[in-house]
């Protein structure tokens, strides 16, 4: 039986970033700071929660190949429970290239999912998400996440998604979630709304007890419960934001099941991300939880 309080479910690649001084559109441009390490939205969220102290755990599918076998080493290495991850037989893993913008740490992505199938949901993935707390899910693997909320709703675990990118049968998942955090760009796409009072009350018309939006630099805002809030992020000297949404998701669930509450969870998830922008890469850049309170506490003196 699964340990773990914290499960993500979804998207797990390899990742190749590097920087570049301009993302080219129909040009050239040479990569510097080129790294490989692993990714994907649930994935990293996962391994940012373990990163910080959270017995946690990941349900996904990767190909028996080479970038298979660095994604389960990666997950291990950090102490991750990998027993629902499904390794298919004579099939790929997803790949994902990300340039970042040397001056500014923008990025661009692409990815893509390999030749594995779709995941299905056995009765031991099953049993795993019955002995979680909560379920963070990302927009992938839909059709098991679905049921994975099913089977949440029936043990009273909470949901948690990441919203991201449009995908099929995304809206089965944001009607149902318990804690909807979006990207400003998906909240637009989603509702077919531009006006942010407007995509607000339409995220809110669902189960969600949170409904937050995240917008890079410029912060967040949402609502708990019928408390609007909004906050300004952390201004720390900006290297490479790769990851930083899916950091910030991590971060937050920490701190929810650290019973911070929803406001100092929203914090601390925000310190969190700002401290992996300053370096380059993912993974490698997410830093401590003692860095991360030492770091929000010397802001706060500095201000």
């Not at 290239?97 to 031991?124: D, H, M, Q």
């Not at 708990?224 to 950091?247: H, L, M, R, S």
């Amino acid at each position: 039986m699964s340990n773990a309080e914290l499960l993500g479910i979804g998207f797990c690649a390899v990742d190749y970033v590097g920087t570049v001084p301009f993302i080219p559109i129909d040009s050239k441009v040479e990569i510097k700071n080129l790294k490989k390490q692993c990714g994907g939205a649930s994935a990293t969220a996962i391994f940012t929660a373990a990163r910080l102290g959270l017995n946690a755990g990941f349900i996904g599918k990767v190909g028996d190949d080479d970038l298979g076998k660095k994604i389960m080493e990666d997950f291990k290495k950090e102490n991750i429970d990998v027993s629902g991850v499904v390794v298919e037989k004579n099939t790929t893993s997803a790949v994902t290239f990300v340039w970042v913008e040397e001056k500014t740490g923008k990025r661009s992505i692409a990815w893509n999912l390999g030749s594995k199938s779709p995941l299905k949901l056995s009765k031991l993935e099953k049993s795993i998400i019955k002995s979680a707390k909560v379920i963070h899910l990302d927009g992938h693997e839909n059709l098991a996440a679905i049921e994975a909320i099913k089977i949440a709703r029936e043990n009273k675990i909470k949901t948690s998604l990441d919203g991201g990118s449009i995908t099929p049968n995304i809206e089965r998942i944001v009607k149902e979630t318990d804690f909807l955090i979006v990207s400003e760009e998906f909240a637009i796409k989603f509702t077919g709304l531009d006006e942010k009072d407007s995509f607000l009350k339409k995220l809110r018309q669902y189960k969600a007890e949170l409904v937050i939006v995240t917008c890079g630099k410029d912060g967040y805002y949402g609502y708990i419960g019928k408390k609007y809030i909004e906050k300004g992020p952390f201004k720390v000297n900006v290297v490479d934001t790769t990851g930083a949404g899916d950091v910030f998701h991590g971060a937050f669930l920490y701190g929810y099941l650290k019973s911070m509450g929803f406001e100092r969870a929203l914090e601390f998830a925000s310190a969190v991300a700002a401290l992996k922008c300053t370096k380059f890469g993912v993974r490698t850049a997410i830093p401590s939880y003692k860095d991360t309170v030492d770091f929000i506490k010397k802001y706060k003196e500095e201000m």
